[in-house]
């Protein structure tokens, strides 16, 4: 390849930010995200997940936390590491860089009131630019593992208030799984997992018979993260 | 704490390696692991995961291979990663140090081979010694990451040979999971999952009722890998 080895490994820290919002062509909820234009070499001018090099002074976790609150001035719901990227072609240059990418999930009305820079913009997953060094790798990867953990885990709360109506539900599993359900079956399979209590209250302001709100019940531990103490933020 | 902050972050890789060996106490299968008893400090005659620094010319999975043929000779059947673990108060001294630890399973009968030396010995992982760093919190994380993708997918193949009886197959998921199952239940229950092949062969030498062989259905993919390409290796 001509290709010289770099002489060390540099160690940045990146975030995948997802958040849910209408789709412009319809009423439907979809995922978006953030990215960042690079104003440097290389990849000037691309679009980038947010992210910078790990500081000796940061553990991996507060950077992630840094990054994103630089960017989008939001403090996640949900925030998981993803994966060490590492092959050894993925920066343009002779520099060797590992990235630690972390994922995180911001509620719809946080969203909204995320920064937009001239350098900040967000995207719908589905309708994305090329992306600066192996980005698109690292949110396909992000994306694949948002849709496989919504199917046996209660991340879904990442994208909810502490209490939500069964049809917000299943937006954020419409809008994550990309597919729809029948509403009858779609309460009858969320109640069945026993993961949900019913606050005895509903909604206010809506319709003549206003929707009951739900929570998740915190006796139950999710799993996600095993042995690993999760940070006081995470659900 | 008077703690120094390190200059620079140094970035290792190492690996868990699970094996299926008899329990010492009775004839049930248990998991082992190989550890690396350290020869200098810090930590000076602890036992300690196999790992070593990521050399520029090495992409993560290479050197975590390289670790695990140098430790054990042994060739994976499964190697994934599993965690980069980077909290700032990791390392003994004041340096920083990021480890990005791969975990793999290994063939019983390959574990058989492995090379035993002065400074590695196997050990089982309910009877582990006090281990060096944070390892033992990385061998946690790592058997509660094997116990629960054993529920949902087909890993339990990296400790299998290309066929195998259902008895064999149950004497793994016992192994990892730590419970005993009903034979007739178990059966049942598996090839209900549609994964498995009925190979039409059966196990010779044996009883007067020889077992069935079965395999995995490989037109099933697992879907442990999403989007990122699987190595030629791996299940």
């Known amino acids: 390849m001509g290709r010289q080895h770099a002489e060390r490994v540099d160690l940045a820290v990146s975030t995948v930010i997802f958040a849910l919002r209408p789709s412009p062509d319809s009423d439907l909820m979809t995922l978006w995200l953030p990215l960042v234009r690079r104003i440097r070499e290389p990849y ?3 679009w980038a997940l947010p992210g910078g090099w790990l500081s000796p002074e940061h553990d991996l976790e507060t950077a992630a936390r840094a990054t994103l ?9 949900y925030l998981e590491q993803l994966y060490a990227f590492g092959t050894l072609d993925r920066s343009a240059d002779d520099t060797r860089v590992v990235s630690i990418v972390y994922w995180a999930l911001v509620h719809a009305d946080e969203a909204a ?3 937009d820079s001239d350098n900040v913009e967000w995207f719908a997953v589905d309708d994305l630019p090329e992306l600066a060094f192996d980005h698109r ?8 593992r948002l849709r496989t953990k919504m199917e046996y885990s209660r991340i879904a709360h990442g994208f909810l208030g502490e209490t939500f109506t069964l049809a917000q539900l299943r937006q954020v599993h419409e809008a994550v799984r990309g597919c729809s359900f029948d509403p009858a079956n779609f309460r009858r399979q969320i109640l069945a997992t026993g993961s949900l209590v019913d606050t005895g209250e509903h909604l206010t302001g809506t319709s003549h018979r206003p929707p009951r ?5 915190t006796a139950v531990q999710p799993a996600d993260h ?5 940070s006081k933020e995470q659900a």
Chains 1, 2 share one sequence.
């Open 44 to 46: 000037e001018g691309r």
């Open 113 to 115: 009131q995320a920064i």
């Open 226 to 230: 095993g042995p690993l103490t999760p």
């Open 69 to 77: 609150g630089r960017t989008t001035g939001l403090t996640p719901r």
């Open 137 to 144: 790798t690292i949110v396909d990867y992000a994306v694949w």
């Open 213 to 217: 709100l739900y929570r998740y019940d």
